[in-house]
Each structure stands twice: as structure tokens, then as C-alpha cells.
């Protein structure tokens, strides 16, 4: 089985400041990982995701994540975050075994940008 | 390309009422999940299908949920009778790769926000 913990439900920052998201996964087997973003009243659009080779990923809107095997982490990071980034964040796993192919996703982080 | 269209966007229904959604998926796409995120969680796949068959309804509570595909296109997920925990939001998705392809990329429609009094 596999399961995806987002260590902060809510994430509070101050424009331009920096952000990290942070998520952990659990899965016995070897995983893809993937970051949404879900605005108010939207679906969920895909920001990055992780299949194989290089560990740290870059996505859309300046956002990147790193895949750390060893900690099963892949964190989101963003160096300078805008007012417009203010939104709800899901990281999911897709995986091997009776798993292949499903996203089993973290609870979210909503990511508030104050002015 | 046209995105994945769902309607309706917000219901509100009474317990024991029953209730459809729609979901026409990006053309060409032959993969379909429908979800079910329930406020403050993640969503939970509820069905998937492989044009109009299904690959996966573990998760759906079958004595009161019911979802078709019939011509491998569009989609409808009822639920009959609706219950207060079934106060949700109902995303459809679709994926080009078939659903056993584990890096497939699954492309969200807007929801339905369904309320249950």
C-alpha cells in the first residue's frame, strides 16, 4: 500500500518571501511523485512531477521539488513567492504493485501569500 | 484543447434524494477517474475507466454509487440515495496512457460541489 502525509495543513508566508511544502510518502516499491495546485472553485492542474533521473524537478509557475529517496520525501520549494500563489497544494504518489497506476494523494497544504 | 468539462458545478440536494453529474473528457483521452474530495482531505479515486469499461471500482460504495461510460466518452456518476456524508466535491479526470501506465499525467475537471442537507 501507499500513502502520502503533507506535514503542514497550512502554510502562511509573506510575499517574495521563500516557501517549502513538505511531503512524505510511504510505498514498498519504486514510486512517481507529483505535486497539484488547486485554486478556489478549480480543478486540480499538475505543477511537477517525478518519474526517474534527475532528483531535483522543475515546474511550472517557478515552483521545483526535490525527490530524496532516502528520507521518501519530495518537498516544494519556491525561491520568491507571489500573491497569486495563494491556493491549496496535493502531493500524490503513483506506484507499483496493486497501486500501479493510482494517485493516492496527501490531505493538502494551502498555501496563504500576504501582501 | 478544450480542458475536462463537468457539469453541473454546485447542487444541493436533500438526504435521500438522488443526484447525476457529467464529465466529458479531453478528446482522445480513453482513461476516466472519477474522485471524490471531501473538504479538508485529499481526493479519493472512486472509479476508473478504459473507454467504456471499468479497471477499478474498489472504492466505490456500490449499494448507493453508480457510474457509466457507456461509449467510451462522456460520463455520468449518480448517486441514489444520497447520504450527508456524501457532501463532497466530484472531480473527473482523464489520462491520454492507459491507467496501468504509473506515470500517466491525469487532467482535472473543475468539480461539482455537491451539498446534501
Known amino acids: 500500500a501507499q500513502s502520502v502525509t503533507q506535514l503542514d495543513s497550512q502554510v502562511p508566508v509573506f510575499e517574495e518571501a521563500p516557501v517549502e511544502l513538505r511531503c512524505n510518502y510511504s510505498?514498498?516499491?519504486?514510486?512517481?511523485l507529483f505535486w497539484y495546485v488547486q485554486y478556489p472553485n478549480q480543478g486540480l492542474q499538475l505543477l511537477l512531477k517525478?518519474?526517474?533521473?534527475?532528483?531535483l524537478v522543475k515546474g511550472i509557475n517557478g515552483f521545483e521539488a526535490e525527490f530524496n529517496k532516502s528520507q521518501t520525501s519530495f518537498h516544494l520549494r519556491k525561491p520568491s513567492v507571489h500573491i497569486s500563489d495563494t491556493a491549496e497544494y496535493f502531493c500524490?504518489?503513483?506506484?507499483?504493485?496493486?497501486?500501479?497506476?493510482?494517485?493516492?494523494f496527501g490531505q493538502g497544504t494551502i498555501l496563504t501569500v500576504h501582501p | 484543447e478544450a480542458g475536462v468539462a463537468q457539469s453541473p458545478r454546485y447542487k444541493i440536494i436533500e438526504k435521500r434524494q438522488s443526484v447525476a453529474f457529467w464529465c466529458n473528457p479531453i478528446?482522445?483521452?480513453?482513461?476516466l477517474y472519477w474522485y471524490q474530495q471531501i473538504l479538508g482531505q485529499g481526493p479519493k479515486l472512486l472509479i476508473q475507466?478504459?473507454?467504456?469499461?471499468?479497471?477499478?471500482d474498489s472504492q466505490l460504495p456500490k449499494d448507493r454509487f453508480s457510474a457509466e461510460r457507456l461509449k467510451g466518452v462522456d460520463s455520468t456518476l449518480k448517486i441514489q440515495p444520497a447520504k450527508l456524508e456524501d457532501s463532497a466535491v466530484y472531480l473527473c479526470?482523464?489520462?491520454?496512457?492507459?491507467?496501468?501506465?504509473?506515470?500517466?499525467?491525469?487532467?482535472f475537471g473543475p468539480g461539482t460541489r455537491l451539498t446534501v442537507l
Open positions: 479526470a482523464s489520462s491520454f496512457l492507459p491507467p496501468l501506465a504509473a506515470n500517466n499525467e491525469q487532467f
Open positions: 510505498s514498498s516499491v519504486s514510486v512517481y
Open positions: 517525478y518519474l526517474s533521473g534527475s532528483t
Open positions: 500524490a504518489v503513483s506506484g507499483g504493485g496493486t497501486s500501479y497506476g493510482k494517485l493516492t
Open positions: 478528446s482522445g483521452h480513453a482513461t
Open positions: 475507466f478504459q473507454n467504456n469499461g471499468v479497471v477499478d
